[in-house]
């Protein structure tokens, strides 16, 4: 292997007096992980580890959840407002309501120039569904703005619109019990024991229980790669030439399933014609 050891040294946490333990969501990315969170007798946290009957993560945690305890003391972690007023100036601490009182000042001159959807809020895609109907209701029922987003979209927004384009639906047309019937897996240019360590643990479990064959589509030797199959080392850019090659030998060969492309799709006479200029021997001089 190129990464790592043949002998790996199991991970040993610190034992840690723990009094009680309090249920919580990972807020480190969408996936929603549970966690419980162990608090010693003064009521500090001091570990934390996964829920084992949670239907997203079934115990397990990545990295970053395991040690997210900790962000509670993180060194360099901001406490206090800080306010300038140029951009060059110094920050300066001051208290909680004046900075409060300083940015609904700023907010109301913008406004008064502008008007009011001259002011816009993006949120984090960290907080729960509560916690954005809040906001939602802060941004237009208070402040009286329509610009309201947040980073889940502007990080999705390509994705979305590849789904749509592709699928028909703005969502991701996978789940997890998917693992429990595939007969066969494709991964292109993913890398999940580091992307997406909670979606591969799933995968490894199924693969454990049903030992379906995994292939890799990726220009670079990743972790996924070396426990796959099978790895397509591609020329980078060429995805759409091998997946397109891919489906003129499904055609080709009858394999499709006629039946469900009739009920669930358009388009499929252009794209039947697109895809019979995309032969295996010509895509392979493509893609290398």
Known sequence: MLFGRAKKNPIKLPVQEVVEWKYTTCGYCSTGCSIEVGLDKEGQAVTGRGVGSAAVNQGKLCIKGIFEHELFHSAGRGTVPLMRDKIFDPYQECSWDAALDKTAAEIKRIQAAYGRDSFAIVSTGQILTEEFYTLGKLTRGCIGTNN????TTLCMASAVSGYKRSFGSDGPPGCYDDFDHTDCLIAFGSNLPEQHPIIYWRMREAREKRRFPLIVVDPRVTMLSQFADMHLPITPGTDVVLLNALAHVILAEGLEDRAY??????????????????DPVS????CG
């Open 261 to 278: 492309i009739d009920a669930h799709t358009s388009g499929f006479a252009e794209f039947s014609a697109l895809v019979a200029q995309y």
């Open 283 to 286: 895509a392979a001089k493509i």
């Open 148 to 151: 309201y987003d947040g980073n």
